[in-house]
């Protein structure tokens, strides 16, 4: 396809500014973007007709992209189910709808609980946030986001009527818990930089003026979450930065009892604590810790009753595995499950509550553990899924150890046996052998002639677990090898993993990234001269350095709403979410810090004019993320470093409703993976 001349290239106005840290001068022409407003915005639209005009070529790609993404979701779509004392629920697609009703079993058949398809209509976004039915099931705790901000609306819902209670909190986070006798809900509240800082306790059908302020963090670093145990007899709240965590129990029998720390805090210490009933009548807490263990390992403690209790009560159930990450402990009346990563792979480790260091055999499975509520349960049910394979659904039963398949995610016209998954390993600049994913078609070979798109991340510990993507099919159709690199920074391989790839760290997650598509280029599986590169967020941090650093690398760079003006946003103590990053990134006002983050920041180290590929960048206006401005003033620097290459550089930005990861609905986020996708096609063409 030829691209039509482009018209108009946008040309962001210089502001003369200059940061001077540390004895170093920073010159930032548009810092003035951070200051937001009309001016900004009228920007952001000239960069975004820039982006429609440029791409007019390929809406017919998009269009038929999209079509054969759509055709792969079912017109109707139902969830496993979860039980619970008196319904089973569920989530339940209308044909042809964007969004999932949540629906129960009754006497009668079943009912919409919540009708998420009307609540959504008219909406340019929509996203749920708590959806938590109270123990006696007869009120629902709901809340909504309808611009993308992350700041949800909370409401209740009588579930005998079906009726919105008059009381609503206008402004809260993810997470929620009910007490025991289901009058009280427990919810979070962010502040004006985004730090959900609050536990807040509402009586449900009283004003919400009268709602009472159950626990706050001060510490700017730290950011608090409530839950409910699956016993019914506690509630968990726990704040945590990057390295360290307190955790605090709540009778869920009397809220007016607690919050008690569990181990107190210690810097450098995280710790997270289930409730548990044990078979001899007593209860205890079970304390998944870093304390003296990397990859972490489980402890009892008592409850705490009265008062605070520091770690001294720990006692140590199961120790450390240099080779397995413990990652949380989920207590049931027969058992406990352990939730672990080996080899790569998310496991979960059946235990009896008398010998916690036990499980093998049949009591383990690889996958992930779905809702599964009630906690005299006797089966649990696990998810498995690939890159390749829709998701199923299986019952897993404690005594026996028999699987049943009993759900399967539904794909029309797709044959999971047309591809093919595999893993390989590939060393980076430091030796340290890197895994790769690489999927694609059978009928792709692996002889250096095809394109490839590599994807990576590499930040926090996250592991983008395999799932099912109706989207990625239609890459791997036209011959494109698809490759997930697992690169450090990421938890695919434990805790030691992640810490190789952070702070003083960090290069080796770019320097992963590169080793990939150069070790699919040395080994002679894909096209050297046509391998591109995506990412989001911190991923998108990941592709302005490989961008910068390797510019000859790439046919094309994806970088989604990139986090690119490090040094200047971590020094920006303003902007939400900066000091709970430091732990992360690295905290600038001290001189060996910032001097690493300036040696990879993408806006700070732009690359030579004439060396670069071709670039898509996105952003939204809502996003409170990585604020709009970051990727604005990026890409405003790399046009007017190379004007001859500014063509080549397009940024998709949402200038209305729109998220962190872009625009919500199952059908309107495929449209936005369609586009992605064929710029990404007529690149590697």
Same mark, same amino acid.
């Given at each position: 396809?030829?691209?039509?001349?482009?018209?108009?290239?946008?040309?962001?106005?210089?502001?003369?500014?200059?940061?001077?840290?540390?004895?170093?001068?920073?010159?930032?022409?548009?810092?003035?973007?951070?200051?937001?407003?009309?001016?900004?915005?009228?920007?952001?639209?000239?960069?975004?007709?820039?982006?429609?005009?440029?791409?007019?070529?390929?809406?017919?790609?998009?269009?038929?992209?999209?079509?054969?993404?759509?055709?792969?979701?079912?017109?109707?779509?139902?969830?496993?189910?979860?039980?619970?004392?008196?319904?089973?629920?569920?989530?339940?697609?209308? @044909? #042809? &709808?964007? !969004?999932?009703?949540?629906?129960?079993?009754?006497?009668?058949?079943? *009912?919409? %609980? =919540?009708?998420?398809? $009307?609540?959504? @209509? #008219? &909406?340019? !976004?929509?996203?749920?946030?708590?959806?938590?039915?109270?123990?006696? *099931?007869? %009120? =629902?705790?709901?809340? $909504?986001?309808?611009? #993308?901000?992350?700041?949800?609306?909370?409401?209740?819902?009588?579930?005998?009527?079906?009726?919105?209670?008059?009381?609503?909190?206008?402004?809260?986070?993810?997470?929620?818990?009910?007490?025991?006798?289901?009058?009280?809900?427990?919810?979070?509240?962010?502040?004006?930089?985004?730090?959900?800082?609050?536990?807040?306790?509402?009586?449900?059908?009283?004003?919400?003026?009268?709602?009472?302020?159950?626990?706050?963090?001060?510490?700017?670093?730290?950011?608090?979450?409530?839950?409910?145990?699956?016993?019914?007899?506690?509630?968990?709240?726990?704040?945590?930065?990057?390295?360290?965590?307190?955790?605090?129990?709540?009778?869920?029998?009397?809220?007016?009892?607690?919050?008690?720390?569990?181990?107190?805090?210690?810097?450098?210490?995280?710790?997270?604590?289930?409730?548990?009933?044990?078979?001899?009548?007593?209860?205890?807490?079970?304390?998944?810790?870093?304390?003296?263990?990397?990859?972490?390992?489980?402890?009892?403690?008592?409850?705490?009753?009265?008062?605070?209790?520091?770690?001294?009560?720990?006692?140590?159930?199961?120790?450390?595995?240099?080779?397995?990450?413990?990652?949380?402990?989920?207590?049931?009346?027969?058992?406990?499950?352990?939730?672990?990563?080996?080899?790569?792979?998310?496991?979960?480790?059946?235990?009896?509550?008398?010998?916690?260091?036990?499980?093998?055999?049949?009591?383990?499975?690889?996958?992930?553990?779905?809702?599964?509520?009630?906690?005299?349960?006797?089966?649990?049910?696990?998810?498995?899924?690939?890159?390749?394979?829709?998701?199923?659904?299986?019952?897993?039963?404690?005594?026996?150890?028999?699987?049943?398949?009993?759900?399967?995610?539904?794909?029309?016209?797709?044959?999971?046996?047309?591809?093919?998954?595999?893993?390989?390993?590939?060393?980076?600049?430091?030796?340290?052998?890197?895994?790769?994913?690489?999927?694609?078609?059978?009928?792709?070979?692996?002889?250096?002639?095809?394109?490839?798109?590599?994807?990576?991340?590499?930040?926090?510990?996250?592991?983008?677990?395999?799932?099912?993507?109706?989207?990625?099919?239609?890459?791997?159709?036209?011959?494109?090898?698809?490759?997930?690199?697992?690169?450090?920074?990421?938890?695919?391989?434990?805790?030691?993993?992640?810490?190789?790839?952070?702070?003083?760290?960090?290069?080796?997650?770019?320097?992963?990234?590169?080793?990939?598509?150069?070790?699919?280029?040395?080994?002679?599986?894909?096209?050297?001269?046509?391998?591109?590169?995506?990412?989001?967020?911190?991923?998108?941090?990941?592709?302005?350095?490989?961008?910068?650093?390797?510019?000859?690398?790439?046919?094309?760079?994806?970088?989604?709403?990139?986090?690119?003006?490090?040094?200047?946003?971590?020094?920006?103590?303003?902007?939400?979410?900066?000091?709970?990053?430091?732990?992360?990134?690295?905290?600038?006002?001290?001189?060996?810090?910032?001097?690493?983050?300036?040696?990879?920041?993408?806006?700070?180290?732009?690359?030579?004019?004439?060396?670069?590929?071709?670039?898509?960048?996105?952003?939204?206006?809502?996003?409170?993320?990585?604020?709009?401005?970051?990727?604005?003033?990026?890409?405003?620097?790399?046009?007017?470093?190379?004007?001859?290459?500014?063509?080549?550089?397009?940024?998709?930005?949402?200038?209305?409703?729109?998220?962190?990861?872009?625009?919500?609905?199952?059908?309107?986020?495929?449209?936005?993976?369609?586009?992605?996708?064929?710029?990404?096609?007529?690149?590697?063409?």
């Amino acid at each position: 396809m030829t691209a039509p001349p482009p018209v108009g290239t946008p040309e962001a106005p210089q502001t003369p500014f200059e940061h001077t840290e540390h004895g170093v001068s920073r010159p930032d022409p548009y810092r003035w973007m951070a200051d937001g407003g009309d001016r900004l915005l009228t920007h952001l639209e000239a960069e975004r007709a820039f982006y429609d005009t440029s791409t007019s070529h390929l809406r017919d790609l998009a269009a038929q992209l999209d079509a054969e993404m759509v055709a792969r979701v079912p017109a109707e779509e139902t969830s496993p189910r979860w039980q619970r004392a008196r319904h089973w629920y569920a989530t339940s697609t209308p @044909a #042809g &709808a964007e !969004y999932a009703n949540i629906v129960r079993g009754t006497a009668d058949g079943q *009912e919409t %609980v =919540l009708d998420v398809v $009307a609540m959504a @209509a #008219g &909406a340019d !976004y929509f996203e749920l946030g708590v959806t938590l039915v109270s123990p006696d *099931e007869d %009120v =629902l705790a709901h809340s $909504a986001d309808r611009t #993308g901000d992350e700041v949800y609306e909370l409401r209740f819902r009588d579930l005998r009527t079906g009726a919105d209670l008059d009381e609503v909190v206008p402004r809260t986070y993810y997470s929620g818990a009910w007490s025991a006798d289901s009058a009280w809900f427990f919810y979070t509240v962010h502040d004006d930089a985004y730090r959900p800082f609050q536990v807040r306790r509402h009586r449900v059908g009283t004003p919400v003026a009268d709602d009472v302020l159950v626990l706050e963090e001060p510490d700017e670093r730290f950011e608090v979450q409530v839950r409910g145990t699956r016993s019914g007899d506690c509630i968990v709240i726990w704040s945590e930065s990057n390295t360290t965590s307190e955790c605090w129990v709540v009778d869920a029998h009397d809220v007016t009892r607690g919050p008690w720390s569990v181990g107190g805090r210690r810097d450098g210490v995280r710790y997270h604590a289930e409730h548990r009933r044990r078979p001899d009548g007593g209860t205890d807490l079970l304390v998944v810790t870093d304390h003296d263990a990397v990859e972490s390992r489980l402890m009892t403690a008592p409850v705490p009753d009265g008062a605070d209790q520091d770690a001294s009560v720990w006692v140590e159930a199961r120790a450390e595995s240099r080779w397995q990450r413990l990652l949380r402990a989920d207590a049931f009346a027969g058992c406990v499950l352990l939730t672990v990563r080996e080899d790569g792979e998310r496991r979960l480790v059946r235990v009896p509550h008398d010998d916690l260091a036990g499980g093998h055999g049949w009591n383990e499975m690889d996958g992930d553990l779905l809702r599964s509520p009630q906690y005299d349960a006797t089966s649990v049910l696990v998810l498995e899924e690939s890159w390749i394979e829709p998701g199923v659904a299986i019952s897993w039963d404690f005594e026996s150890g028999l699987l049943d398949r009993v759900w399967r995610e539904e794909a029309p016209g797709h044959d999971p046996e047309r591809y093919v998954s595999e893993r390989r390993t590939f060393p980076s600049a430091d030796g340290t052998e890197v895994p790769a994913t690489l999927v694609r078609h059978k009928h792709t070979p692996l002889d250096g002639t095809a394109p490839a798109l590599v994807y990576g991340y590499g930040s926090y510990e996250a592991v983008d677990e395999p799932a099912w993507d109706p989207a990625l099919p239609s890459l791997l159709d036209r011959g494109v090898v698809w490759v997930y690199a697992h690169n450090r920074g990421g938890g695919e391989l434990g805790r030691r993993w992640y810490l190789d790839g952070k702070l003083a760290n960090k290069q080796h997650t770019f320097d992963d990234q590169i080793a990939v598509a150069d070790g699919l280029a040395r080994d002679g599986l894909v096209d050297p001269a046509r391998i591109a590169t995506r990412g989001l967020s911190a991923g998108g941090l990941l592709q302005g350095a490989v961008f910068s650093q390797r510019p000859d690398r790439w046919r094309a760079v994806v970088a989604e709403v990139p986090f690119v003006d490090v040094v200047s946003t971590m020094f920006d103590a303003s902007i939400p979410l900066t000091i709970t990053e430091w732990d992360e990134w690295g905290d600038p006002r001290k001189k060996p810090e910032f001097d690493w983050m300036l040696a990879y920041s993408p806006y700070d180290n732009v690359p030579a004019a004439g060396t670069r590929p071709d670039l898509l960048v996105t952003g939204a206006v809502h996003d409170p993320r990585v604020m709009v401005h970051e990727p604005a003033k990026w890409v405003a620097r790399l046009r007017e470093t190379d004007p001859e290459w500014s063509p080549r550089c397009l940024f998709r930005v949402e200038t209305g409703a729109g998220a962190h990861v872009g625009p919500s609905g199952r059908f309107g986020h495929l449209a936005y993976e369609a586009e992605v996708y064929a710029w990404v096609l007529d690149r590697l063409a």
